[in-house]
């Protein structure tokens, strides 16, 4: 698996079938600007992390942008998801996002649980 960022407990979830089994079975949590998929199944010295986002967003400059400060926020707060094994986010918004707005939904949503 390829490594997401310098921190090396952090992998990316790539493999179709790995992301289909967290679909099906995993803790679903709404955001205004998507899911999150976690899955605390299986315990290792690694987090496995991916951001799916549909063409329909937006091209592939604002696509990436979004993908970015998911994972940014992802790092930055990498102790609300200690507790998973594997972190899916489905992005499903097609509005401007800035990076703010986005911390403050997450936080929102996510120290609930």
């Known amino acids: 698996m390829m490594n997401l960022s310098a921190l090396p407990d952090i992998v990316s979830i790539k493999k ?12 679903k949590i709404h955001t205004r600007y998507g899911l999150f998929f976690l ?7 690694q987090i496995g992390f991916a951001v799916l986002i549909k063409k329909s967003v937006g091209n592939a400059v ?25 972190v899916l986010f489905l992005f499903n ?15 929102n949503q996510l120290r609930a649980i």
Do not use: C
Request: net charge positive.
């Open 39 to 45: 899955n605390k199944e299986s315990f290792s010295n």
């Open 93 to 107: 918004f097609e509005g401007k996002v800035n990076f703010q707005d986005l911390t403050k939904e997450f936080d």
């Open 16 to 27: 179709n079938a790995e992301i289909k089994e967290l679909f099906a079975n995993s803790i």
């Open 62 to 86: 604002r696509r990436n942008y979004y993908k970015r400060i998911v994972r940014s926020y992802f790092r930055n707060n990498l102790k609300l998801f200690v507790n998973y094994s594997k």
